[in-house]
């Protein structure tokens, strides 16, 4: 089974910024499309940000100038730089990845995935 381990989390101040890694690891064949995700309290889970494997990038309007994703497809690891942060960004945030994992006798299954979730909070 493929796990996805998110990482960077914290409490910063309005204004400050943080930078969430996450590390896909398990009987990888490949990792495709990678991205991050958030719950805030009471709210569905949103779309933040989203990279391909040669790194086409989407970003949801709200956090567009203000975050970076990134990979290193060698680390199979997915980065997102977050600036300017605000208290409207305090959230769960969740990593997701489409990947390929080998099985038994050489199978291969295509799955996607979800790491466990990191809390952000930014206080004002």
């Known amino acids: 089974q493929v796990q996805l381990v998110e990482s960077g989390g914290g409490s910063v101040q309005s204004g400050g910024s943080l930078r969430l890694s996450c590390a896909a690891s398990g009987g990888i064949f490949s990792i495709n499309a990678m991205g991050w995700y958030r719950q805030a309290p009471g709210k569905q889970r949103e779309v933040v940000a989203l990279?391909?494997?040669?790194?086409?990038?989407a970003y949801a309007d709200s956090v567009k100038g203000r975050c970076t994703i990134s990979r290193d497809n060698a680390k199979n690891t997915v980065y997102l730089k977050m600036n300017s942060l605000q208290p409207e960004d305090t959230a769960v945030y969740y990593c997701n990845a489409d990947g390929t994992r080998y099985g038994r006798g050489g199978i291969r299954y295509t799955g996607n995935y979800w790491g466990q979730g990191t809390q952000v909070t930014v206080s004002s």
């Open positions: 990279i391909t494997r040669g790194g086409d990038t």
